[in-house]
């Protein structure tokens, strides 16, 4: 890779094009990011983010409030049968941290954004890039000339058109990437036969017994077609203190996509039917109570008590997509993060991509491995992480035959990986 200063145009503006530009500003390259939400308050986004090694790596190399607490420490995961004893229980020690505490954190590190998370933005080294953050710009448009990458954006706010010539382009539009939709629309989203209904409540609105059941560990409980996983996360504003902490929940059901159950729980109060994701706040009451009454029927009542005390839910609608191509026009376009592949959620391993991703284009531009190892190593993690969310679903969800033929899939990956690795380790 060239070393000398670039313009970096990356899509999308969640954690993982925040981590990258974040990576990349600091080898002196001017990033602009192009976000398509209208702005940069980015409330109700409090879903949990388990703060795995790549994550942790990556805030340690990176982040300049590291004087700022940033995740829920839990010690163990228990295993809890309908009476509410322990069936399992095992030491897994896990930094439990938020959708919102990362972004916020991330923006005050990438352009200065103060916040009610991070009310002090750090001070930059002296020797950055210029970062800018557009909010409104939706990348409509991609090609490559004889020198540079040409973004074409539409300007949400005025409707307007415009091209920005950049040096590199980084795709972490999520998901959905209509990137990925744009340049490879063979790669089409399969539903897995499940959704996973979400929320959080307040600490100090649930009873005394119920918390001290969930206090600081991660908790699991399996029902008839699905399981429900229970954790503690940072409250408002990153609050760390017992009280004001958020209790989050991730409710695995099965239901088939062509049902009209499936249907009512995916259409907001606006009458749109959505794909992946319902989003919090738009959740029809109808749809939330019939959901209430199932989960005191089917879940303990410490679990019942928290869907009944939930206020803001959301839904997502599981599915699969295969591993993208990560490099385009000869280097010049990556994709990264979900843009690349989106794990189901089971493994929690989203935001650990993104930041392992990072890390390695971080590598990749200061010329430390080339091109083509920063595409094997992304797409290997890619690889095998989708593999092993496909198996703990089909764990739960589906059944053992199903589990071991997706559990010989990933061993079989992990093999060829290994084999592959250490063939190129001894050939140089």
Request: hydrophobic content about 40%; some cysteine.
């Amino acid at each position: 890779m060239d070393r000398m200063k670039m313009h970096v145009v990356i899509v999308g503006g969640s954690l993982a094009g925040l981590m990258h530009g974040i990576a990349i500003k600091r080898l002196g390259h001017d990033v602009t990011i192009l976000e398509q939400h209208q702005s940069s308050t980015r409330e109700g986004q409090a879903a949990g983010i388990v703060t795995m090694e790549h994550s942790q790596k990556f805030l340690d190399r990176h982040d300049l409030l590291k004087h700022q607490p940033y995740a829920v420490n839990c010690s163990s995961v228990q295993v809890l049968d309908k009476n509410m004893k322990v069936k399992i229980e095992f030491q897994r020690p896990m930094m439990m941290s938020s959708w919102n505490v990362l972004y916020y954190r991330l923006r005050a590190n990438f352009d200065g954004l103060a916040s009610s998370y991070c009310t002090h933005t750090p001070s930059e080294p002296s020797r950055i890039g210029h970062a800018v953050y557009e909010q409104g710009k939706r990348v409509t448009n991609i090609h490559s000339d004889a020198q540079k990458i040409q973004v074409e954006v539409e300007d949400r706010v005025n409707q307007s058109i415009s091209t920005v010539s950049a040096d590199q382009v980084i795709v972490a539009d999520g998901s959905a990437s209509q990137m990925r939709h744009l340049l490879q629309p063979q790669l089409k989203h399969s539903y897995a036969g499940y959704v996973a209904w979400r929320g959080t409540v307040i600490e100090s609105r649930v009873s005394h017994e119920t918390r001290s059941i969930f206090q600081n560990k991660t908790t699991l409980h399996t029902t008839p077609g699905g399981y429900i996983a229970l954790y503690m996360i940072p409250g408002e504003n990153g609050s760390l203190e017992p009280g004001k902490r958020l209790l989050n929940y991730v409710w695995y059901t099965n239901i088939s996509n062509d049902s009209s159950e499936f249907q009512q729980a995916m259409t907001d109060t606006a009458g749109r039917q959505h794909h992946h994701t319902l989003p919090i706040g738009k959740m029809r009451s109808r749809v939330w109570e019939k959901q209430r009454e199932i989960a005191h029927q089917l879940l303990p009542q410490p679990f019942a008590e928290l869907v009944d005390r939930t206020t803001q839910p959301f839904i997502s609608a599981i599915s699969d997509i295969e591993v993208s191509e990560a490099v385009f026009f000869g280097g010049k376009l990556l994709f990264v993060g979900d843009a690349l592949v989106p794990f189901r959620p089971h493994v929690a391993c989203s935001t650990n991509q993104a930041a392992l991703n990072a890390l390695l284009v971080e590598q990749l531009l200061a010329g430390e491995i080339s091109l083509a190892s920063w595409e094997r190593q992304v797409l290997d993690y890619a690889h095998a992480t989708r593999l092993r969310s496909v198996t703990w679903g089909c764990w739960y969800q589906v059944g053992y035959l199903s589990f071991f033929a997706s559990k010989v899939r990933h061993l079989v990956t992990l093999c060829g990986q290994r084999l592959r690795s250490g063939y190129i380790s001894i050939t140089g």
